[in-house]
């Protein structure tokens, strides 16, 4: 099980990026998928979660200017971040959690927690 995130980078203070993260390794259930981010200094913290019922929990921080989702067919976790803030600049980081995944032999396999390796998100004032 992989997790690849990307859509990082540069941008002003109120301007707006949007990540992506991609699960693959012949998944065939995740129950929930979730942004965490770490900023310089400080410990990692939750941003935003969703689980395969659709129940969604955010950051108070960024409640009103971030929105999760997710594309089960794809396997696809999205983070639009809009109004974004210095103190917004981190590395972000997506989880997965209760990954169900085949095996090479085809065996129904599962792992309880898989990260992404992060992207780096600049919010310049």
């Known amino acids: 099980v992989q997790l690849q995130a990307s859509g990082g980078g540069l941008v002003q203070a109120g301007g707006s990026l949007k990540l992506s993260c991609a699960a693959s390794?012949?998944?065939?259930?995740?129950?929930?998928m979730s942004w965490y981010r770490q900023a310089p200094g400080k410990e990692r913290e939750l941003v935003a979660g969703?689980?395969?019922?659709?129940?969604?929990d955010y950051a108070d921080s960024v409640k009103g200017r971030f929105t999760i989702s997710r594309d089960n067919a794809k396997i696809t976790v999205y983070l639009q971040m809009d109004r974004l803030k210095p103190e917004d600049t981190a590395v972000y980081y997506c989880k997965a959690e209760d990954v169900g995944y085949y095996n090479t032999d085809y065996e129904p396999k599962a792992v309880r927690v898989a990260w992404g390796q992060g992207t780096l998100v600049t919010v310049s004032s």
């Open positions: 969703i689980v395969s019922g659709g129940n969604i």
């Open positions: 390794g012949s998944i065939f259930s995740v129950n929930a």
